[in-house]
């Protein structure tokens, strides 16, 4: 899974429910309040610089919720006792988010006060909520509107696809320990003959999967024949919004088969691919790492949250000089210091730019899913971890902070703040967090299969022609 996506849908599944009961302090029902909680996370995402872990998204959110709520004259009051009480701003720190917003005088909640807002968000926060129309009605649009924004400063489509799309290993810069080298033993006997300690590190068979393969550049002819490894094929679906128009959002999830019918857990990349038309390259993800998660093969729920990559008209190869073009004449807004109208401005000049480009060129579409695959020690390890709830392990390197081993009594002492605020983050030591990512592993259950790299065979997608 991508850095970006992985966080996103990390996000909706663990904190949405938080969200809706801070922005139920700000807004008059629940309704309204699950509306500015999704309005919040489509914002946020929808910006080039899209928090990258959890914590950050959630702080970023309630920011974004308190701005838009002060922005109302009748909010303002309410929306700077709540950054005070719950997200424990001062005076200065509620004037520099909120600005020309920021109520004069500023309230002054006492303790009790305090307490009772608290009380309130953290009863509040208990009650599960999800997003009107599932997750996909955030994401789609936020993906959109991100890539967007992303692509628009990029200097091409590869690097800019590239930057959205690839998630980088980057969570092993906090296990330097355990090195990057593809020569790095990943596991070690133990003391028993029965067992082996192994360390969650795919990355070295993930890069012996990968061999040699370079992702084909815009305007090749790319037709590749389908590709297994130990007889597990990649198997790709597709969301299209708008029918291939100019607002057309296209999601393509991840999926593997595999020989039988009996499931099989597999793990996988599921962030790679290449998009042709007429057999000539017009998107690639072009990434050199992989992100890998545990799928299961012959699963019949085809898209089950993990992993995926979408584009628009916009991402296409044909639209680069256009888009940089354009982007150097409109001119990029400074993220850390832009209010939410010139951030607003920024997202409607390139939605305006989006809608100017017209329909997807007429022709067939063919997505291809590009999978390094790999067994051995990781693969048994990913399924103890499966065993233990640990899952989405594409974003457990590098979000330690919301998933149960949080609570494990060698990584709490290196946790602070609180969970229910949304102040909660965790920071083990890189030794910490080697030992905590170790497990003793069955030999039983390691199946010796080289890693190889998977191609899917092409999902494809007629577009006609239209009359203008």
């Keep these: 899974m991508?850095?970006?996506?992985?966080?996103?849908?990390?996000?909706?599944?663990?904190?949405?429910?938080?969200?809706?009961?801070?922005?139920?302090?700000?807004?008059?029902?629940?309704?309204?309040?699950?509306?500015l909680a999704q309005d919040a996370t489509v914002a946020v995402f929808s910006r080039r610089r899209a928090p990258r872990d959890t914590r950050e998204a959630e702080i970023a959110c309630r920011e974004w919720m308190a701005t838009k709520a002060a922005a109302d004259p009748t909010g303002a009051r309410p929306a700077a006792a709540v950054l005070i009480a719950i997200d424990g701003k001062d005076a200065a720190g509620d004037a520099a988010l909120l600005k020309k917003d920021t109520p004069d005088p500023l309230p002054e909640p006492s303790p009790d006060d305090i307490a009772a807002l608290r009380s309130r968000f953290t009863a509040t926060a208990g009650t599960y909520a999800v997003p009107a129309g599932g997750v996909n009605t955030v994401m789609a649009p936020a993906a959109g509107r991100h890539r967007s924004a992303l692509l628009g400063a990029a200097g091409g489509t590869v690097a800019a696809v590239a930057a959205v799309a690839a998630a980088g290993w980057f969570g092993l810069n906090h296990l330097p320990s355990?090195?990057?080298?593809?020569?790095?033993?990943?596991?070690?006997?133990?003391?028993?003959?029965?067992?082996?300690?192994v360390t969650w590190n795919p990355v070295p068979d993930a890069q012996k999967a990968l061999g040699g393969f370079t992702f084909p550049k815009c305007g090749d002819t790319y037709a590749p024949d389908p590709q297994s490894v130990n007889g597990i094929t990649p198997k790709p679906s597709a969301q299209i919004e708008d029918a291939m128009g100019s607002d057309a959002f296209i999601m393509i999830s991840p999926a593997f088969v595999a020989e039988g019918t009996d499931p099989k857990q597999v793990l996988a990349g599921g962030s790679m691919y290449v998009v042709t038309l007429d057999d000539k390259v017009v998107f690639a993800t072009n990434q050199t790492d992989a992100n890998l998660d545990l799928?299961?093969?012959?699963?019949?729920?085809?898209?089950?949250?993990?992993?995926?990559?979408?584009?628009?008209?916009?991402s296409l190869c044909d639209v680069e000089a256009k888009r940089e073009e354009f982007g150097k004449t409109l001119g990029e807004p400074d993220w850390e210091t832009a209010t939410q109208e010139e951030m607003d401005e920024y997202s409607k000049a390139w939605e305006d730019f989006d809608a100017s480009l017209g329909n997807f060129p007429a022709g067939t579409y063919r997505v291809y899913q590009i999978s390094p695959i790999v067994f051995g020690e990781q693969l048994a390890l990913a399924q103890v971890f499966a065993s233990e709830q640990l899952t989405d392990l594409s974003s457990l390197m590098y979000d330690i902070s919301y998933t149960n081993l949080a609570q494990d009594p060698r990584v709490s002492p290196y946790c602070s703040g609180d969970l229910n605020v949304g102040d909660w983050h965790c920071e083990p030591p890189p030794d910490v967090l080697k030992e905590v990512l170790t497990r003793e592993v069955d030999p039983g259950t390691i199946d010796d299969t080289p890693p190889g790299l998977a191609i899917s065979e092409p999902l494809e997608q007629v577009v006609e022609e239209t009359e203008e």
């Excluded at 355990?178 to 300690?197: N, R």
């Design 295 to 314: 799928f299961t093969a012959n699963n019949p729920i085809t898209n089950n949250g993990i992993g995926g990559m979408g584009f628009t008209r916009s």
């Design 2 to 35: 991508g850095a970006w996506h992985s966080t996103y849908a990390n996000l909706l599944r663990t904190r949405f429910s938080a969200l809706v009961a801070y922005a139920e302090l700000l807004e008059v029902d629940r309704g309204a309040a699950r509306n």
């Design 178 to 197: 355990l090195g990057s080298s593809a020569e790095a033993p990943t596991a070690s006997g133990s003391a028993s003959p029965d067992v082996f300690t």
